[in-house]
């Protein structure tokens, strides 16, 4: 029943390692996110996918990559991971193709630890 | 930067008091969004307010929205030890769902 899950919800890993996170959304939606929130909280867009097409590709690292394989899943694999990128990971999905007025809705979040 | 600006950034009450959260922004702001984050937790949209209103309600929500000022405030009213978690204004930038999220407000309400 959950509307927009992760896994997996924590994850530990050493510097130089490749990981994937993956999201589903059973909403329905056609636009799909990825978020970085830091430890001071602070949010910060990385991507965003509509039915299936890279939309919004912010200034982050290219080690960074997201795949859509469909609109309900959207994956974020991370190359080469460094300490600062040490973060919790959101997914989100909006109904439509991100108007102004789209609600987002969140997954829990994936808390990487990068040693 | 992009980002907004939130006051405070941390807030203690007692349940039962109201609770004021401020969010500014350098750039122009439409169609304002507040969230909710329990600790832990994903965020969880609360209201929204559109740039031709200036006041909406929704339950012990009250959002006001200044756009010449660039500036939207959440109040909660007859707070509640469950309100406690970090609010957090978004507002939209160009297309594509892109929010620009504020920096949050940590409130904590002690029963």
């Known amino acids: 029943d959950t509307a927009v899950s992760q896994t997996p919800k924590y994850l530990v890993t050493q510097m130089g390692n490749d990981k994937s996170i993956k999201c589903e959304q059973n909403?329905?939606?056609?636009?799909m996110y990825w978020y970085k929130q830091d430890s001071k909280k602070f949010l910060k867009i990385m991507f965003s996918?509509?039915?299936?097409?890279?939309?919004i590709n912010e200034t982050v690292p290219n080690r960074f990559s997201p795949k859509s394989p469909d609109k309900a899943h959207l994956n974020l694999h991370i190359n080469s991971l460094e300490l600062g990128d040490s973060a919790v990971y959101f997914c989100?999905?909006?109904?439509?193709?991100?108007?102004?007025?789209?609600?987002?809705?969140f997954g829990p979040g994936t808390r990487l630890t990068v040693l | 930067s992009q980002q907004g600006e939130e006051d405070p950034q941390a807030l203690s009450i007692q349940e039962g008091e109201n609770a004021t959260m401020n969010c500014s922004y350098k750039?122009?702001?439409?169609?304002l969004q507040w969230y909710r984050q329990n600790s832990g937790r994903g965020l969880v949209h609360l209201i929204l307010?559109?740039?031709?209103?200036r006041e909406k309600h929704s339950g012990r929500l009250r959002v006001t929205l200044d756009t010449s000022k660039k500036s939207s405030s959440l109040l909660i009213t007859a707070s509640r030890a469950a309100d406690t978690a970090s609010y957090f204004c978004?507002?939209?930038?160009?297309?594509?769902?892109?929010?620009?999220f504020g920096q949050g407000t940590e409130l904590s309400v002690k029963p």
């Open positions: 989100a999905s909006s109904p439509s193709s991100g108007g102004a007025t789209d609600t987002q809705y």
């Open positions: 909403l329905g939606h056609d636009t």
């Open positions: 996918y509509n039915n299936k097409e890279l939309i």
């Open positions: 750039t122009s702001i439409n169609n």
């Open positions: 307010i559109r740039s031709n209103e």
């Open positions: 978004a507002t939209p930038h160009n297309q594509g769902g892109k929010l620009i």
